[in-house]
C-alpha cells in the first residue's frame, strides 16, 4: 500500500483463484483503483475473459482470440469520449507453442495498462500502486510489462514464441 490505496481482500481471492486454481476458468483477471481512489478492485465482469482451454494445442489458438477480445475492451474505452481511460492491471495466462522447441507452454504475465490520456491523478496513483498491488498477490512471480498502446498488447505474444520473454 504505497500510495496509501488498498487492496481489496476480492482481488487476492481472485488472483489464488486464477493462479492455484485446479480448474482454470479465466484466462484474463483485471484490476483497477476505485472512483475514489481508496482501494484497488477486481474490474467488472466484462473484462474478466474465461478460458476454455488450457494446456492443449487448442489453448494456444484461444490466447490469440483471448488478446483480440481484450484489444477490442481497450480500443472502446479509448475511442468512447464520455467514458474516461483508466490504467489496469491485467493478468493474463498465456498459451504457446515455443518456435525454438515446438512445444506448448504457459506463462502468466502482468500487464500494466497506462494508455496516454489518463488523467495525471489517475496515472500517479497507478504507478505508485503497482508494488503494493504486486505485494498483497499471496505467491505472485508472474512476469510484469508495461502497455502504453495496443500494438505493444499484440508484440506481447510473438515475443513469447520466439523466447525473447521468460
Known amino acids: 500500500m504505497t500510495s496509501g490505496v ?29 472512483d475514489k481512489y481508496q482501494k ?6 466484462k473484462w ?13 489458438v484461444e ?10 475492451l481497450l480500443a472502446a474505452e479509448l475511442a ?17 507453442v515455443d518456435k525454438i522447441d515446438g512445444r506448448l507452454t504457459g506463462k502468466e504475465i502482468l500487464i500494466k495498462w497506462c494508455p496516454d490520456g489518463v488523467k495525471v491523478k489517475s496515472r500517479m496513483t497507478f ?8 505485494d498483497a498477490l499471496d505467491g505472485f512471480k508472474a512476469l510484469v ?3 502504453d498502446e495496443l500494438e505493444e498488447i499484440d508484440d506481447l505474444l510473438p515475443r513469447f514464441e520466439k523466447g525473447l520473454l521468460k
Open 127 to 134: 504507478a505508485s500502486s503497482s508494488k503494493g498491488f504486486v
Open 80 to 96: 468512447d469520449d464520455n467514458q474516461k481511460n483508466e490504467p489496469r492491471w491485467i493478468i493474463m495466462y498465456f498459451d504457446y
Open 63 to 72: 490466447t490469440k482470440e483471448t488478446i483480440k477480445a481484450l484489444k477490442e
Open 6 to 34: 488498498a487492496v481489496d481482500e476480492s482481488c487476492n481471492a481472485m488472483w489464488l483463484e486464477f493462479h492455484s486454481g485446479k480448474v482454470k476458468s479465466r484466462r484474463v483477471i483485471t484490476f483497477r483503483v476505485n
Open 48 to 60: 474478466q475473459l474465461p478460458m476454455h482451454h488450457y494446456n492443449v494445442n487448442e489453448a494456444a
Open 40 to 45: 484497488i478492485i477486481p474490474d467488472a465482469d
Open 145 to 147: 510489462v508495461q502497455a
